[in-house]
């Protein structure tokens, strides 16, 4: 129904920045909440950001200030702008897609971030 591709993701040094994509299969945006969550080694996966179908964002208290979640319904992509980097930032990230009015959530095959230096 609907398949999410991520793509960004690798070795990023603390203090820089790197933006991830997700690329939707057809047009969704409309109607699916999108967001981003990350699991990092051995932890539970977590909530980062989140763009609903109105385009209101939520942040995770962890990367408020830091992280930006966009999206360009052209292309049928979202972005998860990440500047100043942290150890603590390290994971695997997945896209996720909500519906907005029934149970229906789709999941991307993730994308590893290491920031290491």
């Known amino acids: 129904q609907v398949q999410l591709v991520e793509s960004g993701g690798g070795l990023v040094q603390p203090g820089g920045s790197l933006r991830l994509s997700c690329v939707a299969s057809?047009?969704?945006?409309?109607?699916?909440?999108m967001a981003w969550y990350r699991q990092p080694p051995g932890k539970q996966r977590e909530l980062v950001a989140r763009i609903s179908v109105i385009g209101s964002t939520t942040y995770a208290d962890s990367v408020k200030g830091r992280f930006t979640i966009s999206r360009d319904n052209a292309k049928n992509t979202v972005y998860l702008q990440m500047s100043s980097l942290k150890f603590e930032d390290t994971a695997v990230y997945f896209c996720n897609a909500d519906h907005s009015w029934s149970t229906a959530i789709y999941w991307g095959q993730g994308t590893q971030v290491t920031v290491s230096s």
């Open positions: 057809r047009d969704i945006f409309s109607v699916y909440h």
